[in-house]
């Protein structure tokens, strides 16, 4: 099931990333700033025997054991469940059509799951992984974020340009607030009392920015443009200022939240799309789709340490 060396000996400082072009999960060692190896999805299976991925792995959680592994498969409709102790994919789920983001919700045990293409939110159950419903919310879903108590589900939908909040209690609607054109991605601060949504845009001339919405009442607080093509976005550790990709500039636009000004930018690579952090929040991790690399940059310094090369159109990130 593996490429290199074999899986690291443990989780400290490592990043897993979803590479979309080749089905695999890459597994990097950011204390050695290199990658250890990838994990197969599809077992070497190919679509008509060509070499061509039939899964297209989108994003990546993980459980509260740190012992199962989750991506959204965009092209195959399903998640694939992988068992980090045993190293292989144990499960398939079948959800809806174009699975882009999850949330694990530890209150209900429960995994929910974006579905771009069928306009709806799958609810899992994570100790029988099955589905228990099928929330229908505005056009296009993509990005999904839990609050800090897990009553509310909050889910960006890009064609209809509105941000739907479900209560993960009654699997009910709660409220759906229209924000900006193209809500893409979300950022919730510390405290979850201010959200933060990334409006992208498919026009060099239009540009991208952010919403700020307060989550007590849902109202849009300010929005600021930034960018060009602004993908995700995540906060600094004093939450003074917000990172953000942009896929069309090949930048990382530094947003102070302070006076609400562009801050400076740090070049990448080409086409970056996803953004996260370690948890002792020294270095930011920016995955770049045309480039093939994942970028670290030193948080404080501002500075990028190193690109390293790994799999075929890498998007997802995530760092434990």
């Not at 299976?45 to 993980?62: C, E, T, V």
């Not at 601060?189 to 060099?204: A, D, E, I, P, R």
Request: aromatic share 6%; proline share 3%.
């Amino acid at each position: 099931m593996l490429w290199g060396d074999g899986m690291v000996a443990s989780f400290e400082n490592v990043v897993f990333v979803s590479n979309m072009g080749e089905d695999t999960i890459s597994v990097v060692d950011f204390q050695e700033m290199k990658e250890k190896c990838r994990i197969l999805l599809n077992d070497g299976l190919y679509f008509r025997s060509i070499k061509k991925p039939i899964l297209g792995p989108h994003h990546i959680a993980i459980d509260y054991n740190k012992k199962y592994l989750y991506t959204t498969n965009s092209h195959s409709a399903g998640i694939s469940v992988i068992d980090l102790i045993l190293d292989k994919v144990i499960d398939d789920i079948c959800v809806g059509s174009c699975p882009t983001h999850m949330e694990i919700c530890r209150r209900h045990k429960t995994l929910y799951v974006s579905n771009t293409d069928s306009n709806s939110i799958s609810i899992i159950d994570l100790e029988t992984r099955r589905l228990q419903a099928q929330i229908s919310v505005g056009g296009m879903p993509h990005d999904i974020k839990l609050s800090k108590d897990g009553q509310r589900l909050y889910v960006t939908n890009l064609d209809t340009h509105s941000l739907t909040v479900i209560d993960t209690e009654s699997n009910d609607i709660e409220k759906s607030v229209r924000v900006h054109l193209n809500p893409y991605h979300l950022t919730l601060n510390k405290k979850g009392t201010m959200l933060y949504v990334v409006n992208t845009s498919f026009s060099t001339i239009e540009g991208g920015s952010i919403t700020i919405l307060d989550t007590d009442s849902l109202k849009v607080m300010d929005r600021v443009r930034i960018g060009k093509m602004p993908i995700e976005a995540v906060l600094d550790e004093e939450e003074r200022h917000l990172y953000i990709t942009d896929a069309e500039l090949n930048v990382v636009n530094i947003l102070c939240l302070e006076d609400k000004k562009p801050a400076g930018r740090i070049h990448v690579g080409r086409m970056p799309s996803s953004i996260s952090k370690d948890q002792q929040n020294r270095y930011l991790f920016v995955s770049n789709v045309q480039d093939n690399t994942l970028t670290v940059i030193d948080l404080r310094k501002g500075k990028v340490l190193k690109h390293i090369r790994i799999g075929l159109e890498p998007n997802g990130i995530l760092c434990i």
